[in-house]
């Protein structure tokens, strides 16, 4: 007998039993397959009796569901098995085993199954979601362990550098094992990173791999193996040979490697180079640790430079002289000393001066690199909150970033709500600044994709949304929502009365009246749901969907014959599925 019906109730069957049984009650998938199964059972009565399985389990309530669940899955699995064979021949061999750091967690499949799939896959979008994931600490999931050291050789060389800098090394020496017997001395990429995340793990075990890398390696695991030289004494005179090599990337790893060296002799050969064509090479080696001298000669140069630039007539000389200072303000950070905090603070001071060089680069790239390198000290926050408007808007959005991090909602509201400006004219500074302030009030990216990332903004002085309302700025109100606000209730209801008012703010009020528990929100939602998955895109139909998952067990109803609807596409039934689940889900907690 043909057994693809029966298999797609098992795969159905295993979705259930990952996702959980009290999502199984009136499942859609389920229900499709009863009428081909009872067809079927004309000729096998067996698959009569599968029928009537799924039904019991679709008419199942969340106390009955496990059973039914366990009856249905043992009555297919039981079926295939005769259809089948199982085991392997051959002889038992235990399996090596290690233990991975705790604490660890396990994440939900459906959380689990896109990160797979972006960790196994390739095109667009898969760096987002996989930093996310990261920043959400969804990878202390120790199913996530295999998929993570197979994305180390990714074909997006972003995501393999991330995966091996930020996930791999939690996961500590129980991934030694594994990364020593797929690293290849001739590979590339892929093969570059495990030596060094070796290296990060355990030297002394990646020790012997290293040398033998630096005669034998491949150009790019060479490279990556002299940067993980530096630690003993018998590296250094290797590392100078090194320095002169003639390929950049191998002087780059010297380099490096020479940072961590505290003695005379590389500090000469550090200088030697940003006194060179080597400057941004040493640059580079040094964004991480490094010889506090070499930052008190990196000083030195910079001040000299500073103070020929404007004596120089060739736009040229100018011009690679600027690119010079960047560079050299780049090895002054992290951390920062007080003789280059105070040259730095100087330099801004001297701010309108120096944007009268106009080479390329010129002297707005000299103050937006200040500007930078003193964000990153913490003593000089205050400070360049203070030069706020003495400074060119190119650096206004570094300086509100810093504002909103360190000060109280009341203060930074004082400080920065003067500068929305709706009437400003384009094209001017007030309409710049205007524009990066509403834009920091969003979070960016951040706001309009929130219910994805359920990533909560910083809280926000509520003068903001004050003033939003007070000025019926409708797309700034509904981004600062915050709940047991009256006023903000009532500005809805205004704006729910008039469609066109928020004909391009739609779904971001959708996620604010889920944010307040609007009395509306339910009937709005599954109002817009509907129209995008019959008249809409793809994309507005999958936003909808989205956001219909994060509203209450109130809206199961309607959203459950939403997706009964038989004229809809199968991808939309799919996405009101998933959202039917995860509100199963979240609301039986």
Known sequence: MSIAILNEVYSEVRRLSIAGSSVAPGDFRLKKLIEPLKKAGAKAPIFSKVAESVEDL????????????????????????????????GKLEGVQSSSVPSPRNQISARMLKPLIEALASTGSGRLVAITSAIDHGLFADLRLVRPALLAIDDSYSEIGDLIAERVLPTYGKAILADLKSTFDIKGKGGHARRLKLMHTIDPVFARQTVKESLGGGSPEVKVAAIECLGGQAEDFSYLIEQSKASAKDVRQAAYHALCKIANEESLAILIKGIDGKDLELVARAASGSKPLELVDAALDRAKKLLVEIPSKSDKKEQGDQ????????????????????????????????LRKIKSTPGGLDIVESVVQALASDSESIDYLIQQRDHLPVECFHVILVQGMEVLP??????????????????????HRRNAIVREGLFGGHEYHWRWIRKKALKPMDVAWLNDAIATDDLELAVALAQPNHAGLVKYIDTKLADPKAMSNFESAVASAMIDISHPKTNEFVIEKITDSLKTKGAYESYTWCLIAARLNADALPA????????????????RLIDAISEIRERTKK
Do not use: H
């Open 58 to 89: 679709v008419n199942s309530d969340e106390q009955s569901s496990a059973s039914s669940l366990l009856n249905l899955s043992s009555l297919v699995c039981s079926i295939l098995y005769t259809q089948g064979a199982t085991g392997v021949d």
């Open 409 to 430: 909602p009341k203060d930074f509201y004082q400080t920065f709500s003067p500068y929305i400006n709706r009437s400003a004219k384009k094209n001017t500074p007030e």
């Open 559 to 574: 959203l459950e014959t939403l997706a009964g609807d038989a004229k809809l596409a199968q991808s939309a039934t799919d």
């Open 322 to 353: 600027v690119g010079r200072i960047l560079q050299l303000i780049s090895i002054l950070r992290n951390p920062m000393k007080p003789e280059p905090r105070q040259f730095l603070r100087q330099c801004i001071e001297k701010s309108n001066e």
